[in-house]
């Protein structure tokens, strides 16, 4: 501790002390002898009985409180604030039905999808179970997936089971041809016309050839989402 601290200590306790020797000779003197406690025996002097009202206090009418209303105190104009209008009942917005076809379902121990065509958007999409559709269709969410369904819920609490299709989306199937005796088979050819034997129809041969593509693409479509969720769930687990 350097000299100057110790001086300054010195005075504090020093001032202390002197503080302390005054209260004490002011005590001596008899400084504060004139106050006590009353003893609980005794009646607190100078103090007047007095019958208290014990009767409830009851609000004035209201009528009483007319200026207060006309005038609000809190109010900067001081005019009485106007009623907010009431507020229209809007009701609640229609239901808008499930309108989608299941196209393709993958089950794995690791990936749970389910491949749907959105009608309303003609497009496609992969859910997850827990997943909601979009758009207008949001209200609906796919539960649960099974081997050849998926179940979707809406938010009132219907429930739809959608049956897995085979038809590709956004192609309407072919005319069934009418019923009679069926032509016997054509042996395979390479490129060579056989006389008396019928050819197939060209529009028939195109639309099979069609389906044949769109079904080639739809499954590598599931398989590239199929891919692309493992590397996902892989990269994630890494992470």
């Not at 400084?31 to 009353?38: D, I, N, P, Q």
């Not at 065509?117 to 992969?126: F, G, P």
């Given at each position: ?59 004035p009418p ?47 121990p ?130």
């Amino acid at each position: 501790m350097s000299t100057q601290a110790a001086k300054l200590t010195s005075a504090i306790l020093a001032g202390l002390c002197a503080v302390l020797l005054l209260l004490a000779i002011a005590m001596q003197a008899g400084f504060g002898r004139g106050y006590s406690w009353l003893h609980p025996d005794v009646d607190s002097a100078g103090v007047a009985n007095v019958n208290i009202d014990r009767t409830p206090f009851k609000l004035p009418p209201e009528a009483r409180f007319a200026d207060t209303t006309a005038r609000p105190l809190f109010n900067d104009d001081r005019k009485p604030t106007p009623d907010a209008p009431d507020e229209p009942d809007v009701p609640p917005p229609p239901k808008v039905p499930l309108n989608i076809a299941l196209t393709g379902i993958i089950l794995t121990p690791q990936v749970r999808l389910a491949m749907v065509h959105d009608k309303l958007k003609n497009k496609d999409v992969a859910l997850k179970e827990g997943m909601p559709m979009e758009g207008d269709q949001g209200g609906w969410t796919l539960t649960k997936i099974n081997p050849r369904s998926a179940i979707f819920r809406e938010a009132a609490g219907d429930e739809v089971e959608v049956e897995l299709s085979t038809a590709v989306a956004g192609q309407s199937p072919a005319a069934h041809p009418p019923p009679g005796p069926m032509p016997p088979p054509r042996p395979p050819v390479s490129g060579k016309f056989v006389p008396g034997q019928p050819d197939a129809p060209p529009a028939q041969n195109e639309q099979a050839q069609a389906l044949q593509r769109r079904i080639e693409e739809r499954r590598a479509q599931m398989r590239e989402e199929a891919e692309r969720l493992r590397r996902e769930k892989t990269e994630n687990k890494q992470q």
